[in-house]
């Protein structure tokens, strides 16, 4: 059987396929791709395209970048007679397809599309293809010469490409999707007082939410590093014991550690409570979260908002929302009082 395509156009296939797997965070999808598919078929501009035809929105990027940024509300005015495109909206056929297969030049320079865009950037022809992502939500990705010289070759290359860009992309928006509710997760555990480690194998840390290893290393005299707990609390974390429930004690407080075991991992929940009644009880009235009574409480040792951020590994901006939300709680005008709360409290019991 005669080969469709020469070994070295396989050769930058299988590369182009693999370069665009590298990509891991859904906003530098398109600038990442493009530069991939510009090696694949050489154009003089690239563009991907993300059209939102229920809410007549649209948003492209070109490689290379446009000295100037086309009118998206013209742009979405023109593109009803695009025939590639409607192609694709007519039959959902995503192949690769060129302005030339449907339209001669006298034709093409008739259509609005090239008055009020391709014109301006030069397009003699384009050669592109769409990926339906929901029912009125398309992917586009075009290239563009200023000559009709696309060729049958250029067509196959896309063709066998469309497939792993549609996963690439799929792939994205699940790790996107993941990791998003990832930090949900946690936002929820750390605003509730609670923390989490996750181990694997012998006992690895794979995940431990910010601050959690901090507070077991302040019960335990074996340091927390390395990717590994102390040697005492991974023997109880791996064993197949019946009590799932581990405290450990200490003068002021206690640390209590709840294990969840799963197939090929173990879960520890991690939260601590003070023993004597303090400013933190006291508190209650004003329905703080947990992680509300550690800010407050960092207030009143004189701490800005980035030394609290990075105490609790989390960002500044973080911190700076929650002080807001304390100060309207409190219902003090700013920090310097609401740390006189604390500390007044603090000198009442101590």
């Not at 742009?75 to 590639?84: A, E, G, R």
């Given at each position: 059987?005669?080969?469709?395509?020469?070994?070295?156009?396989?050769?930058?296939?299988?590369?182009c396929?693999?370069?665009i797997?590298?990509?891991r965070?859904?906003?530098?999808?398109?600038?990442?791709?493009?530069?991939?598919?510009?090696r694949?078929?050489?154009?003089?501009?690239?563009?991907?395209?993300?059209?939102?035809f229920?809410?007549?929105?649209a948003?492209n990027?070109?490689?290379?970048?446009?000295?100037?940024?086309?009118?998206v509300?013209?742009?979405?005015?023109?593109?009803?007679?695009?025939?590639?495109?409607?192609?694709?909206?007519?039959?959902?056929?995503?192949?690769?397809?060129?302005?030339?297969?449907?339209l001669?030049?006298?034709?093409y320079?008739?259509?609005?599309?090239?008055?009020?865009?391709?014109?301006?950037?030069?397009?003699?022809?384009?050669?592109?293809?769409?990926v339906?992502v929901?029912?009125?939500?398309?992917?586009?990705?075009?290239?563009?010469?200023?000559?009709?010289?696309?060729?049958?070759?250029?067509?196959?290359?896309?063709?066998l490409?469309r497939?792993?860009?549609?996963?690439?992309?799929?792939?994205?928006?699940?790790?996107?999707?993941?990791?998003?509710?990832?930090?949900?997760?946690?936002?929820?555990?750390?605003?509730?007082?609670?923390?989490l480690?996750?181990?694997?194998?012998?006992?690895?840390?794979?995940h431990?939410?910010?601050?959690?290893?901090?507070?077991?290393?302040?019960?335990?005299a074996?340091?927390?590093?390395?990717?590994?707990?102390p040697?005492?609390?991974?023997r109880?974390?791996?064993?197949?014991?019946k009590?799932?429930?581990?405290?450990?004690?200490?003068e002021?407080?206690?640390?209590?550690?709840r294990?969840?075991?799963?197939?090929?991992?173990?879960?520890?929940l991690?939260s601590?409570?003070?023993?004597?009644?303090?400013?933190?009880?006291?508190?209650?009235?004003?329905?703080?979260?947990?992680?509300?009574?550690?800010?407050?409480?960092r207030?009143a040792?004189?701490?800005?908002?980035?030394?609290?951020?990075?105490?609790?590994?989390?960002?500044?901006?973080?911190i700076?929302?929650?002080?807001?939300?304390?100060?309207?709680?409190?219902?003090?005008?700013?920090?310097i009082a609401?740390?006189s709360?604390?500390?007044?409290?603090e000198n009442?019991?101590?």
């Amino acid at each position: 059987m005669k080969k469709s395509l020469p070994d070295a156009d396989y050769q930058l296939l299988l590369s182009c396929i693999e370069g665009i797997h590298e990509c891991r965070r859904m906003q530098d999808f398109p600038r990442h791709v493009l530069k991939h598919l510009r090696r694949l078929v050489p154009c003089q501009l690239a563009c991907y395209a993300e059209i939102d035809f229920s809410r007549g929105r649209a948003i492209n990027v070109f490689d290379p970048p446009l000295p100037f940024d086309p009118p998206v509300d013209q742009w979405m005015k023109s593109i009803h007679d695009h025939p590639v495109l409607n192609y694709f909206k007519q039959t959902g056929d995503g192949q690769a397809l060129k302005i030339s297969d449907f339209l001669g030049v006298a034709d093409y320079h008739r259509l609005a599309v090239y008055r009020d865009v391709y014109k301006n950037t030069k397009a003699e022809d384009q050669f592109g293809f769409g990926v339906q992502v929901e029912s009125k939500f398309v992917l586009g990705f075009a290239f563009d010469r200023g000559e009709r010289s696309f060729t049958e070759r250029d067509r196959v290359l896309l063709n066998l490409i469309r497939p792993h860009l549609i996963q690439a992309y799929v792939h994205l928006e699940e790790l996107a999707g993941h990791e998003e509710l990832q930090r949900d997760l946690q936002t929820a555990l750390t605003e509730n007082g609670l923390g989490l480690v996750i181990l694997r194998g012998r006992g690895r840390i794979v995940h431990a939410t910010p601050g959690v290893l901090d507070r077991i290393a302040g019960y335990y005299a074996t340091p927390v590093g390395g990717g590994r707990l102390p040697p005492a609390l991974t023997r109880w974390a791996l064993g197949n014991g019946k009590t799932d429930r581990l405290v450990v004690e200490r003068e002021s407080a206690r640390l209590t550690i709840r294990r969840v075991c799963q197939p090929n991992s173990r879960l520890l929940l991690v939260s601590e409570k003070n023993h004597h009644v303090g400013a933190r009880q006291q508190l209650a009235r004003f329905c703080l979260t947990p992680r509300e009574h550690e800010v407050l409480r960092r207030l009143a040792k004189g701490e800005s908002n980035a030394q609290i951020a990075k105490h609790l590994g989390v960002s500044p901006g973080t911190i700076k929302v929650h002080v807001e939300r304390l100060l309207r709680k409190l219902k003090v005008p700013n920090r310097i009082a609401a740390s006189s709360i604390w500390q007044n409290l603090e000198n009442e019991n101590s």
